[in-house]
């Protein structure tokens, strides 16, 4: 494993783009901590709410593979700025938002600025830093990205009960401004070398024709898709309900599970980097990250220090989802690698984009007429079997790792 140390001023270039992560996912669970604020001030149900926050993932999904393309062809600086300049004017328009259709505009406009920065950092980190020490860094990316996660739970808690819902998402609009500045003045293209470049058309085949692109969207999807709708939509009100806890507290509860996987990627890349091994590590994780989301859902009403230990070793598990990036960085060329993990990615953000609003049908199904201040209320028995369509996934992703070639290393 390469040791030699990184120049300051590209691990600052990396730095600040792994930190769009961090503002993506941030919006990305926002809504977890303004449910019943937005239930009521709209006057909405679990399925339209379910929608309104996987707005931010259709969009995000649908433009992984276009913008992958556009990384691989144009770079990576302009692009990423703008892409925060639309996320923060459609905060300010869901802060403003006088319904739920312009809330729903508002929210795809976000999405649609976030989608740029999860490809975008690997794109930086793929450019920049050292092969052999991708996964390392791919995880540290996670890891930003569930620093935002945390502060979208506890910590934005407190902003919404000071600010309201509507400043709080105006005060994000004005972070992401300052942050598009930065980068417009700190990250550099990287020239890419003669002979590199593939025509559109020859990128696609050549990606879509490899097994390990669709083998490790899958078990992106699979890894991802429980963390996206459990923790980032439905887990506070699941643990007001079933456990009876304040909101602020289920918000803190919550935020263990992104603390878990913030811990877990660069963990886990960093051993798999060591190994030389991709499959394995991936397999091991989704067996266990699988059993102990399965704990949680359908296991009695956990004290809450024991809870609190699942769901940290849950999202330290699921973490190993980046190992597919890895594995599809190195199974393609430089000229299309971008376009690879785009098309990855567009299966693990879909899979929050298909489960949230699923997860919400199922809780109206369920739901027995309870409202409190205009709000729906769901019971424990509603929850439950919402939530029980998500550890069976993990099985998924043990199967796509079964169907994944590993490359020597």
Request: proline content about 5%; charged content about 10%.
């Amino acid at each position: 494993m390469d040791t030699a140390p990184i120049p300051p001023r590209i691990l600052a270039m990396w730095a600040l783009a792994a930190s769009t992560f961090l503002y993506a996912f941030l919006q990305r669970v926002s809504p977890s901590v303004m449910v019943e604020d937005l239930m009521r001030g709209f006057g909405v149900g679990g399925t339209v709410l379910g929608n309104l926050s996987a707005f931010y993932l259709y969009a995000y999904a649908l433009l992984q593979i276009p913008l992958g393309v556009m990384f691989d062809r144009f770079g990576v600086r302009r692009l990423m700025a703008a892409s925060l300049v639309a996320s923060g004017a459609g905060s300010l328009l869901f802060a403003v938002a006088p319904s739920v259709e312009i809330a729903y505009l508002g929210r795809l406009l976000i999405g649609g600025g976030a989608a740029c920065s999860f490809v975008g950092a690997l794109t930086v980190t793929a450019l920049w830093l050292p092969p052999a020490r991708f996964a390392l860094f791919a995880g540290l990316v996670q890891l930003l990205g569930m620093v935002g996660a945390i502060f979208g739970q506890a910590p934005l808690a407190a902003l919404v009960a000071w600010l309201g819902w509507r400043g709080a998402l105006a005060a994000m609009a004005l972070v992401a401004a300052a942050m598009a500045l930065a980068l417009h003045l700190v990250l550099r293209e990287k020239p890419r070398a003669a002979g590199t470049q593939l025509r559109l058309g020859e990128t696609m085949r050549a990606v879509l024709a490899v097994r390990e692109t669709w083998t490790c969207a899958v078990f992106g999807f699979a890894m991802t898709g429980p963390m996206l709708a459990f923790g980032g939509l439905w887990a506070v009100p699941y643990f007001t309900t079933v456990y009876g806890l304040p909101r602020t507290t289920a918000a803190a509860l919550t935020s263990l599970i992104f603390a878990g996987w913030g811990v877990g990627a660069p963990v886990i890349g960093w051993i798999s980097d060591r190994l030389g091994r991709r499959r394995a590590p991936m397999a091991i994780c989704a067996a266990l990250s699988g059993a102990l989301l399965a704990a949680v859902i359908f296991g009695p009403v956990w004290p809450v220090w024991f809870l609190a230990v699942l769901l940290v070793l849950q999202g330290f598990t699921a973490a190993a989802m980046v190992l597919g990036f890895a594995v599809v960085k190195e199974r393609h060329a430089a000229g299309s690698a971008a376009f690879a993990m785009a098309v990855v990615n567009t299966f693990v953000v879909g899979s929050g984009a298909l489960l949230q609003p699923l997860i919400g049908w199922l809780l109206d199904r369920g739901w027995t007429g309870a409202l409190v201040d205009g709000a729906r209320v769901y019971d424990g028995a509603a929850y439950g079997a919402a939530l029980a369509i998500l550890p069976p996934l993990f099985a998924l992703a043990l199967l796509a790792c079964a169907a994944t070639r590993e490359r020597a290393r």
